[in-house]
Nanobody, 127 residues
Framework: QVQLVESGGGSVQAGGSLRLSCAASEDTTNRYYMGWFRQAPRKEREGVAT????????FYADSVKGRFTTSRDNAKRTLYLQMNSLKPEDTAMYYC????????????????????WGQGTQVTVSS
């Protein structure tokens, strides 16, 4: 099973940018939907962005559209989340996750469908 390790979190001021990375233990090209999720204290985990197995389609939560971009570098087995114009409400633990093609369902942005998870990386945005 694929293993995922996130990096790139940190503390920034509102309006700043961060790029998160997620390194996979195996080639995920055409094999897994990849997604970013986040969870703030006392809130449910929510989908932020999802990218299709081939990388041709992306899906974003309304709250991050126009500010966040996800991409995958298949040669490096790495998923990215570029976050611009960060807001205090973006503060959360960010997780990378994968859903295998052929699974019962891989609904974009749906945490329940993604079966493989990284340990998370903290993002804190101050006003």
């Amino acid at each position: 099973q694929v293993q995922l390790v996130e990096s790139g979190g940190g503390s920034v001021q509102a309006g700043g940018s961060l790029r998160l990375s997620c390194a996979a233990s195996e080639d995920t090209t055409n094999r897994y939907y990849m997604g970013w999720f986040r969870q703030a204290p006392r809130k449910e985990r929510e989908g932020v962005a999802t990218i299709s197995p081939g990388g041709g389609r992306t899906f974003y939560a309304d709250s991050v559209k126009g500010r966040f971009t996800t991409s995958r570098d298949n040669a490096k087995r790495t998923l990215y989340l570029q976050m611009n114009s960060l807001k205090p409400e973006d503060t959360a633990m960010y997780y990378c996750a994968a859903c295998a093609v052929g699974a019962e369902s891989c609904t974009p942005l749906s945490p329940v469908d993604f079966g493989y998870w990284g340990q998370g990386t903290q993002v804190t945005v101050s006003s």
